[in-house]
Every structure is written in C-alpha cells, then in structure tokens.
C-alpha cells in the first residue's frame, strides 16, 4: 500500500537544529521530496534525494535516507523563524506519475 | 502566467449545490495534478492528467467527483451534489512532464478552499 507517514508538530529555538523524520512505505521509490508550505500558500519543493543516496547537503538543509528502514529525515540547521511552515516528505509510487505525500510536521521556530 | 493559477481562491457553497473549480497550469506543462488538503490529514491525491487524459483516477472519493482537461491546458474539479465532508483546500499541480524526479518537479498553485454548510 501507498503510506508516508511524519509526526506532526515540532517545536524548536531560533538558532537550533530541527529535525523531521518521515517512514515511506514504497521500496521501489526512485526520488523522494521534502516540500515546504508557508500559511495561504501552496507547496514549494525544498530538496529531494535519489534513492541510491544516504545523504544529501544544501545549504543549510541536510536529507538523510535509509532504504533499509525506509526512513527519510530533513535537517534544518541555524533554524529562523522564517523557516517556521509545515513540511511534508513525499514520494513517488509505483514508479511514476502519483506523489504520494505525508500529513506533514508543523514547524514553529520561537525567537 | 508564471505559475499555477487556481480560481476561485474561496469557494462557500450550501450542502447539495454542485462547484466547479478551475486549474490554469503553467504553459507548456503537460502534467496536472489535483489534491485534497483536509486539516491533520495531509494531501490526498485525487487524479493526474497527461495531455487531456486521466491515466489515474484512483483517488476520487466518490462519483460525485469528476474532472477533466481540455486543450492539453485548463482543468476543471467538478463536485456534485457537495457534503460537508467535501471542505478542505483543492491543490492543483503542473509539471513539464509525468512527474518522475527532479528534472520535472511539481509546481503548486496555491489551492481553493472550499467550505460546505
């Protein structure tokens, strides 16, 4: 079956590191997506990582991948309350055409 | 336009009335996508088009939903009969081609909110 699943909030200080976890149920996924949506907005693609990767480092956003356990998680360094939004890990199923999206975490950064 | 166009942006309707809401993908995008965002539910993927044909309806709740795309452009979500269970925001997506990594990445409008009373 089709199941991304992310916990849905985390709370952090300005400055922290935050960290989102998500599990995915799709051993075949080829990519697979963090999304950011700001209040009002729809979603913005943040990172994605391809699935023969452990890691991948942009900016100040680190993904990490575990296909074993199918666990991905996005890694905010020097967090700012700009980068308070929720995030939701996605990925492709069944090899293409459907992105199949977690809940998403509600991220609140307090100064 | 320079993204994904979607009207209206607030849709309040009275239980029973049908709504059709409106997706302008961005030109030249040949993949289109429909989602539904419930609160603490997440998106729920309703249907994708290539070109004008749904290869994946699959996620149509029910057969008071339908949708279609005409002229490899416009799209249209259509509710019959609308139920309280129908509120949620309506996402639409494009993308250069069936979405399958980051050289064609989905790209959002920024969705209808529907409220059924």
């Known amino acids: 079956g089709e199941d991304v699943e992310q916990s849905l909030f985390l709370s952090v200080r300005e400055g922290d590191s935050s960290v989102i976890n998500c599990t995915y149920t799709?051993?075949?996924?080829?990519?697979l997506y963090w999304y950011k949506q700001e209040p009002g907005a729809g979603l913005q693609l943040l990172t994605y990582?391809?699935?023969?990767?452990d890691m991948k480092q942009d900016q100040r956003l680190t993904v990490l991948l575990n296909k074993k356990d199918k666990h991905l998680s996005l890694r905010i360094a020097d967090t700012q309350t700009g980068d308070s939004a929720i995030y939701f890990c996605?990925?492709?199923?069944?090899?293409?055409?459907?992105?199949?999206f977690g809940q998403g975490t509600e991220l609140s950064v307090k100064p | 336009g320079a993204g994904v166009s979607q009207s209206p942006s607030n849709k309040v309707t009275e239980k029973g009335k049908d709504v059709e809401l409106r997706c302008d993908p961005i030109?030249?995008?040949?993949?289109l996508y429909w989602y539904r965002q419930s609160l603490g539910q997440g998106l729920e993927f309703l249907i994708y088009?290539?070109?004008?044909?749904?290869?994946?309806k699959s996620g149509l709740p029910s057969d008071r939903f339908s949708a279609e795309r005409t002229g490899g452009s416009v799209s249209t979500l259509t509710i019959q009969r609308t139920q309280q269970e129908d509120s949620a925001v309506y996402l639409c997506?494009?993308?250069?081609?069936?979405?399958?990594?980051?050289?064609?990445?989905?790209?959002f409008g920024n969705g209808t909110r529907l409220t059924v009373t």
């Open positions: 997506a494009s993308s250069l081609a069936i979405f399958q990594g980051s050289n064609s990445p989905l790209h």
């Open positions: 799709d051993s075949s996924s080829t990519y």
């Open positions: 990582i391809f699935s023969n990767m």
């Open positions: 996605a990925e492709i199923y069944n090899q293409g055409g459907k992105l199949i």
């Open positions: 030109s030249g995008h040949t993949a």
């Open positions: 088009f290539q070109g004008n044909s749904a290869p994946d």
